[in-house]
């Protein structure tokens, strides 16, 4: 069983940014794909980006030239890295492991 454990949500100026990251275990991560999605109160979840098992990487359009999605195979884990962010309030960002391991969320939030 995948288990994912998100980190390094908070509280940030509009222009900020936040870096999180998502370790993995339980499975042979640097075989598989990893992915971030985002959920807004009252919003559904939405996809962030993704990187495939030799890192080639893929972003929504809102987040493309800010985000930056990596990931470290000799510590099972995926990073994502915002910039400039805007504001907007809070979002919960979610860790993915296709085909339906999600971590517990970490949240974080923009101010204006």
């Known amino acids: 069983q995948v288990q994912l454990v998100e980190s390094g949500g908070g509280l940030v100026q509009s222009g900020g940014s936040l870096r999180l990251s998502c370790a993995a275990s339980g499975s042979i991560f640097s075989n598989n794909p990893m992915a971030w999605y985002r959920q807004s109160p009252g919003k559904q979840r939405e996809f962030v980006a993704s990187?495939?098992?030799?890192?080639?990487?893929n972003y929504a359009v809102s987040v493309k030239g800010r985000f930056t999605i990596s990931r470290d195979n000799a510590k099972n884990t995926v990073y994502l890295e915002m910039n400039s962010l805007k504001p907007g309030g809070a979002a919960v960002y979610y860790c993915?492991?296709?085909?339906?391991?999600w971590g517990q969320g970490t949240q974080g939030t923009v101010s204006s």
């Open positions: 990187i495939s098992s030799g890192s080639s990487t």
């Open positions: 993915h492991h296709p085909p339906q391991s």
